[in-house]
Nanobody, 117 residues
């Protein structure tokens, strides 16, 4: 069984910053890609940033420059540093991982980020 555990969400004022963390544990898995998605109330889940192991990191174009993905391959963790937060960044943020060998996708339980104006 594979588990993704997120931490670091919370309430922050507009212009503030937050860092989310996610740790992947369990077995069996070999990470192909991992990253973060978010979902605001009434909206579809949106890809925020994804890193392909040994490859590139992809950001939503509207977020690049404010959000930075940090991957630690040795520890199977992924962090999301978020700067200059805006009220429209308010959402539930989900950690995501795709397994290399089986192509399965795994999700964390979600962590709430609320940005007040």
């Amino acid at each position: 069984q594979v588990t993704l555990v997120e931490s670091g969400g919370g309430l922050v004022q507009s212009g503030g910053s937050l860092t989310l963390s996610c740790a992947v544990s369990g077995s069996p898995f070999v990470i192909y890609a991992m990253g973060w998605y978010r979902q605001a109330p009434g909206k579809q889940r949106q890809q925020v940033a994804v890193s392909v192991r040994g490859g590139s990191t992809y950001y939503d174009s509207s977020l690049k420059g404010r959000f930075t993905l940090n991957v630690d391959n040795a520890k199977n963790t992924v962090g999301l540093q978020m700067l200059s937060l805006k009220p429209e960044d308010t959402a539930t943020y989900f950690c995501w991982m795709e397994d290399r060998d089986y192509g399965r996708e795994y999700w964390g339980q979600g962590t709430q980020v609320t940005v007040s104006s």
